[in-house]
C-alpha cells in the first residue's frame, strides 16, 4: 500500500520560506506524480503545484508561480515544496497527493501559518 508521509511547514512571518516533504513509501516510483493542494478556512482545497515522475515536468498554480518550486528526490523518494516569499494568503493546510491508476493517496497534512 502507497503512503505519503508529510512534514515542514510551521509559523513563518510575510516575506518568509518554508520547505515541505511528501515522502512516498514504498517508493517514489509507486506513483506517477505528485501534487500539491492546500486548503484554507472556510475555502475549498486549491491545486497548488504538480511533478509528473516521468520527465520530471512541472505546473504551478497562478497565485504561487514565481514563488513555489515543487521538486523530487528520488534517492529519498521524498518530494519537495518549496515556499519562498510566503504571503498571508498562503496560510492554509497544505496537502500531497499522489496517484497511480484509478488510486489517490494522500498525506496527512501539515499547517502552515503566515503571519506578523
Known amino acids: 500500500q502507497v503512503q505519503l508521509v508529510q512534514s515542514g511547514g510551521g509559523l513563518v512571518q510575510p516575506g518568509g520560506s518554508l520547505r515541505l516533504s511528501c515522502v512516498v513509501s514504498?517508493?517514489?516510483?509507486?506513483?506517477?506524480?505528485i501534487r500539491w493542494y492546500r486548503q484554507a478556512p472556510g475555502k475549498e482545497r486549491e491545486y497548488v503545484a504538480i511533478?509528473?515522475?516521468?520527465?520530471?515536468?512541472?505546473n504551478y498554480a497562478e497565485s504561487v508561480k514565481g514563488r513555489f518550486t515543487i521538486s523530487r528526490d528520488n534517492t529519498k523518494n521524498t518530494v519537495y515544496l518549496q515556499m519562498n516569499s510566503l504571503k498571508l494568503e498562503d496560510t492554509a493546510v497544505y496537502y500531497c497527493?499522489?496517484?497511480?491508476?484509478?488510486?489517490?493517496?494522500w498525506g496527512q497534512g501539515t499547517q502552515v501559518t503566515v503571519s506578523s
Open positions: 511533478i509528473i515522475n516521468s520527465g520530471g515536468s512541472t
Open positions: 497527493n499522489g496517484e497511480i491508476g484509478r488510486n489517490s493517496f
Open positions: 514504498p517508493s517514489i516510483f509507486s506513483i506517477n506524480f
